[in-house]
């Protein structure tokens, strides 16, 4: 089951120059991550959590540009995200990147839908001793 966009990744060629776009022209924080290669980009206000405190906002990152991820991506939350890949692959779809661990928050996978645009899963890794929460991709934005 999905329960909707809830990040987005913007892909650039030099992520200093684009942080400092993004933050310039939206006030967005921006904030390296180099051990996961990563920018997280925080658009709105957040919960002590890091959360977005806003109903229906996400926050995203950035990351280099190259291999077959090269525009801007939004992010659905699924249950399972091979189970996810195989139904889009049922229905015209192709993996793009299977599922990969981000380091302990959860499993992240790309998708060419049926009209070639390509699309970010995100699967939540369950705290220990309980499930999933609602919008764990927000954790990487935050």
């Not at 959360?51 to 540009?65: D, H, L, Q, V």
């Not at 939004?74 to 990147?97: C, H, M, N, P, R």
């Not at 959860?106 to 995100?122: C, H, K, M, P, S």
Request: glycine share 12%; charged share 20%.
């Amino acid at each position: 089951m999905a329960r909707g966009v809830v990040h987005f990744e913007i892909p650039a060629d030099d992520e200093v120059r684009a942080g400092k776009f993004y933050s310039s022209a939206f006030g967005w924080k921006v904030n390296p991550v180099p051990e996961l290669s990563y920018t997280t980009i925080t658009t709105t206000q957040t919960d002590e959590s890091g959360m977005p405190s806003e109903p229906g906002a996400i926050n995203g990152g950035m990351f280099r540009r190259e291999g077959t991820v090269t525009s801007p991506v939004i992010t659905i939350d699924v249950d399972d995200i091979d189970a996810a890949l195989e139904k889009i692959e049922s229905l015209g779809g192709a993996t793009v990147s299977p599922r990969q661990e981000v380091g302990t928050m959860g499993w992240a996978a790309y998708f060419r839908d049926t009209e070639g645009n390509i699309v970010g899963l995100w699967q939540n890794a369950a705290p220990e001793g309980g499930a999933a929460a609602a919008n764990p991709a927000n954790d990487i934005g935050a």
